[in-house]
């Protein structure tokens, strides 16, 4: 009969140029916690994505002994509580709660705003420019004094913030606006130095010029203009 | 009188049950706090200095830290004062707590509530779309006195502060019975289960006033 796989079995539904679901491969890797990575067109869901998570029909999803967690927040926690090695949120409770507030906040605010400035133009496009700035300053007073937003080393908002360094910061060629220049972010671009001087991350983000052309190819699709 | 370290303050809205919850945590704990009425429409100097991110209520001070953001505070809450857990310690209990109650705020609320006020396709079919929502949660409860188990937990706190104190009274005013006891029996018991809950009873708006200002906040949403 043949061996039943280890009880340790973990999978990730993912998608390659997801900002959600690099999150959780970062963290997987920083834990040394070895899992099967299942690439899902979410243009055309599979029946097992649809399964495992019924409610948002979204990635990421974790599957860790057959039980599966969506949500990308909710997913990092789980792995910082289930594999203790290299810990990701401080023990600190109030350091604890402000990561999970400031995680929160890229998604919820930085995230959900910068989007808008695709396919905007003129004055419309200023306006949502000027509100995704005055969100990342607060991460750039956060990171005053600091070599992550973690402190002394990468840790949960990190991770989480990745989605600005390596995706909005990204889009800002194709989108032909620089929402992050470095005269008025000048923390912000030290940061994202000092992390694309981690291996992990190095590792982990799509690889650039693939991510370029996947972005500008999405954006033609929704017949978007890029520059 | 020289301010204690240990003094909890929290500021809120009476109508808020992102305010709500946190009183019913800590009412929970037997932590004494200073709770301070905010005025969300004309904000205090001290509501803007205090969360300048998001110049939003519930706020949650304690020994000098200032938090926001309700699930957060909650989750802070559980970790300084031990007794009376309201989070799983299992690790994947705990996830599918924050999961759910997530679900809760982020698609339940605006689905069940702001999206039925503006029916812009149609009331019933808004209640349809809601209803489906509630499924998710009538199975969860399925078999369960309260979504935390025996007792309440994270789940029943951020659930039943939105669900039968704050959207069934918006739903009263609209005239609308989203979650009849036919179709959604398990959820009906859990909120006569809540009901029953002392610390639950002392920290829902009162009825009729919070009718009154359903009424108003779905004026606003209509004519937004």
Known sequence: MAERSNSEEVKLL???????????????????????FLEQDITNKSSLLL??????????VLVHNGKPISESLVILEYIDETWR????????????TMARFWSKFVDEQIYVTAMKVVGKTGKERDAVVEATRDLLMFLEKELVGKDFLGGKS?????????????WLMRTE???????????????????????????????CIPPEDEH???????????????? | M?????????????????TRRVEMAL??????YEYLEQDIVNKSPLLLQINPVYKKVPVLVHKGNILSESHVILEYIDQIWKNNPILPQDPYEKAMALFWAKFVDEQVGPVAFMSVAKAEKGVEVAIKEAQELFMFLEKEVTGKDFFGGKTIGFLDLVAGSMIPFCLARGWEGMGIDMIPEEKFPELNRWIKNLKEIEIVRECIPPREEQIEHMKKVVERIKSA
Not at chain 1, 18 to 23: E, N
Not at chain 1, 184 to 203: A, Q, S
């Open chain 1, 154 to 166: 990468l840790g949960f908002v990190d991770i989480v913030a990745t989605l600005v360094a390596f």
């Open chain 2, 2 to 18: 020289a301010e204690k370290e240990e003094d909890v303050k929290l500021l809120g809205f009476w109508a808020s049950p992102f």
């Open chain 2, 27 to 32: 009412k929970l704990k037997g932590v004494p």
């Open chain 1, 173 to 203: 060629e194709i989108v032909g606006v620089k929402v992050v220049p470095v005269e008025k972010f000048p923390e912000i671009h030290r940061w994202v130095k000092n992390l694309l001087g981690n291996d992990v991350i190095k590792k």
């Open chain 1, 212 to 227: 370029l052309k996947y972005i500008r190819a999405r954006m033609e699709k929704l017949n978007i203009k890029s520059a």
């Open chain 1, 14 to 36: 993912g998608m390659w140029a997801s900002p959600f679901s690099r999150r959780i491969e970062i963290a997987l890797t920083l834990k040394g916690v070895s899992y099967e």
């Open chain 1, 51 to 60: 399964q495992l998570n019924p409610v948002n029909k979204m990635i990421p």
């Open chain 1, 85 to 96: 090695d290299n810990p990701i949120l401080p023990q600190d409770p109030y350091e604890r």
